[in-house]
């Protein structure tokens, strides 16, 4: 089901406003999304919502939303080809929630890692939306019948239970949703860069991580300020090989080997190349941001395209359940 009129199968993919994004996020992610572009019918979705599960207050989740929105079209998601759009912005992700809310035993959605880890992380905070997470995002999926979802590792306990959904949901009632494939980016987990033994993330601090938005001075401060121990070096070699000259990185690694690297010239280089690659993405941030009815447009047509598809599925659901 749902091939599109171009023969392409439909993909889905969402990430939350909840804060900066940075290069783990876009070696892990994003650059997976640009590229999945040229092969899908790729639908990809800010997904604040799901954002609501953390304590976050109204002005930080509308500005962040709108960052990532143009930090996702900065870095190439083209509206031309994909939908972008706002999670809240199509109706029918939340229907669908509840009706897979009524499908979903509560013991199930327990077992969730990312559940269990939340109330540990936010004792005061265990919100239900925490615990029914994985619904929403079933549904995110399910309402557009995609079968590709590009994710992290951490979240394919969450596409395993997408999948029990479907399975209970066509039981139930008759084989609608197809059995959805998580695609895993290439095993590319960007470490901390003040703790390289963890990954790099927002929870470990504003030297942990370069953020896409970061200026010159901040990334040459925190790559200077980096960790060089064993998995530090490996981490800063890693980005130096995605990001440098190939030739450099040889020799990088050769110097390792003999152990004559220094850890500055490797430091120094690094910034140069990831500010080099950050250079014109920035400048298409700094005209999204100077245009922000432009951006607003572009989720609102994204958002336009993606209700119709959306409707059109929620009706034969409601249908099948009796709602209709
Ligand atoms: P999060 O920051 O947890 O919202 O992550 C958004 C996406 O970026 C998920 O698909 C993660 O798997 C991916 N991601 C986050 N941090 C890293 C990292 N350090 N290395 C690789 N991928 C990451
Ligand atoms: N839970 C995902 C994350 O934290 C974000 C997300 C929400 C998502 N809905 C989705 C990812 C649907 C893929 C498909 O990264």
């Known amino acids: 089901m749902n091939k599109n009129s171009n023969g392409m199968k439909t993909l889905f993919s969402g990430i939350k406003p909840t804060g900066q994004l940075h290069l783990g996020n876009y070696l892990g992610a994003i650059k997976n999304w640009v590229d999945l572009q040229k092969k899908y019918d790729c639908i990809y979705s800010v997904v604040d919502l799901h954002a609501l599960t953390i304590d976050i207050d109204a002005a930080t989740l ?8 143009v930090d996702l079209l900065a870095l190439g998601i083209n509206p031309k080809k994909s939908i972008l759009c706002k999670q809240s912005e199509v109706t029918g992700h939340t229907e669908l929630d509840w009706i897979f809310n009524c499908l979903i035993p509560v013991a199930e959605l327990e077992r969730m890692t990312q559940y269990k880890d939340m109330c540990v992380r936010q004792p005061k905070n265990v919100n239900a939306g925490l615990l029914t997470y994985p619904a929403l995002m079933a549904a995110d999926i399910l309402i557009y019948g995609a079968e590709y979802v590009p994710v992290g590792e951490d979240q394919l306990q969450h596409l395993e239970l997408t999948r029990v959904l479907a399975r209970k949901f066509n039981n139930k009632y008759k084989k609608y949703f197809a059995e959805i494939q998580p695609i895993l980016s290439k095993n590319i987990r960007v470490m901390s860069l003040n703790a390289p033994n ?15 938005r970061d200026n010159a001075a901040t990334i040459t401060k925190k790559i200077k300020k980096a960790v060089a121990d064993e998995a530090g070096v490996k981490n800063l070699l890693e980005l130096y090989k995605i990001f440098g000259e190939t030739t450099k990185y040889k020799k990088f690694n050769r110097d390792l080997a003999k152990k004559q690297l220094m850890n ?14 950050l250079k014109p993405v920035q400048k298409k941030i700094k005209y999204y941001d100077a245009h922000p009815l432009e951006v607003e447009k572009i989720l609102s047509d ?3 395209k993606a209700q119709v598809l959306a409707d059109k599925n929620l009706l034969e659901i409601k249908k099948l359940v009796g709602l209709i």
């Open 198 to 212: 963890k990954k790099m993330s927002k929870s470990l601090g504003e030297t942990s991580y370069i953020a896409i």
């Open 302 to 304: 994204g958002a336009k």
């Open 62 to 69: 509308r500005k962040n939303t709108r960052e990532l929105a």
């Open 264 to 277: 500055s010239t490797l430091k120094d280089e690094l910034t140069k190349s990831v500010l080099k690659f």
